[in-house]
């Protein structure tokens, strides 16, 4: 077991070299770096200016015919102003170099400034953690502990009319996008047109400082409430479907035949034998489902709950060229889904320990 631990690990580094190489030399030849989205904003600034001037009526030339700085659009700056913002940006160096630089900071988890909202990378990273995992923590549990007992339930009954309504139901909400119905979810609940329970916006109240432990608690939840319900909406068909061909593949199988000829009790079948080789797969995936509820699901919903999460930080970062944030999330959620699919193959051996990826 130690051994097969050691190799995943050793397998890790690799990976993630790969990964944050691929990325980084597709980001750094894009069009529309931070350089070039600074000398827009410094130009934008500046043909404003002019524009008040000259009455916004008249053509304005180039206050300076620069030389070619290697960046389109930079043309009437002073090249000396460029290449101060290419300085500012650590653009001044070349790309290997940068390259290098990066690789030798994310070995020390030393991930620098964020170029455009001027704090630590880390820092940023932690003040959005605890919306990220509200959301993902609290959506997982919630569709597991619902599909799996449905699921169970509807092995037990296959073909009923529970088993086909459930069915119906489920594959409704999967086809319902969690965005859609969080916009119903804002206009019946939050917007006032038609009740006014729930918080538009926000993880806590304001005075939540002021509050006692258990107030706390409520308002946090209160807070939280739409949110998760239109995250979780369409997460339950492909869980409970998953239990139930899961379940009805092992109570068809020759050893629950023969359990029941012994004359065992029904309920000890299902819960000590079947239960068992059933909920393999879908214990061993947990970790998996946390991790992309945790960093892919939930863009949307921040947006539309004004949640500052780590989904929107890694967007808004994208969309202005933010490197230092952009890589050190990527580093970061590709370290994170390699462990934890570590984790879990480790959970496959320890539900069933006839599987051993050691002995493979």
């Given at each position: 077991m130690a051994a097969y631990i050691f190799r995943r690990l050793l397998l890790v580094i690799p990976t993630l070299w790969a990964i944050i190489t691929i990325n980084f030399f597709i980001i750094q030849v894009a069009p529309g770096g931070p350089v070039e989205q600074a000398i827009a904003q410094i130009q934008g600034q500046a043909n404003g200016t002019m524009e008040r001037f000259t009455g916004g009526g008249q053509e304005?030339?180039?206050?300076?015919?620069?030389?070619?700085?290697?960046?389109?659009?930079?043309?009437?700056?002073?090249?000396?102003?460029?290449?101060?913002?290419?300085?500012?940006?650590?653009?001044?160096?070349?790309?290997?170099?940068?390259?290098?630089?990066?690789?030798?900071?994310?070995?020390?988890?030393?991930?620098?400034?964020?170029?455009?909202?001027?704090?630590n990378v880390i820092d940023l990273i932690k003040d959005r953690l605890p919306v990220s995992i509200s959301l993902g923590l609290w959506s997982t549990l919630i569709i597991y502990f619902v599909s799996i007992p449905l699921g169970i339930t509807k092995a037990i009954h296959h073909g009923s009319r529970f088993d086909v309504w459930s069915s119906a139901l489920v594959i409704v909400g999967y086809a319902i996008p969690g965005f859609l119905f969080a916009i119903i979810l804002i206009i019946l609940f939050a917007s006032g047109n038609y009740f006014d329970w729930f918080p538009l916006r926000g993880l806590v109240s304001d005075n939540f400082a002021q509050m006692t432990w258990y107030q706390k608690i409520g308002d946090y939840f209160w807070h939280m409430a739409l949110p998760i319900v239109a995250m979780v909406i369409g997460g339950f068909a492909t869980l409970s479907m998953l239990t139930k061909n899961s379940f009805l593949d092992e109570i068809n199988k020759q050893y629950v035949v023969t359990a029941r000829a012994k004359g065992l009790d029904e309920g000890a079948i299902l819960y000590k034998h079947v239960f068992r080789n059933a909920m393999l797969i879908i214990i061993a995936g947990f970790p998996a489902a946390f991790i992309s509820i945790f960093f892919t699901g939930s863009m949307l919903i921040e947006v539309m709950f004004s949640l500052d999460g780590i989904g929107l930080l890694g967007f808004e970062a994208t969309i202005q060229r933010d490197y230092p944030l952009v890589f050190s999330s990527l580093y970061i959620m590709t370290l994170l889904g390699l462990i934890l699919s570590i984790i879990s193959d480790l959970t496959y051996m320890w539900v069933d320990p006839r599987i051993d990826f050691e002995a493979r």
């Open positions: 304005v030339a180039p206050a300076n015919e620069a030389k070619s700085t290697g960046y389109k659009g930079s043309r009437g700056l002073d090249p000396e102003v460029v290449e101060s913002i290419k300085k500012q940006f650590g653009f001044d160096k070349p790309i290997l170099e940068r390259y290098t630089d990066m690789l030798k900071n994310y070995v020390t988890f030393h991930f620098g400034e964020s170029l455009f909202r001027g704090g």
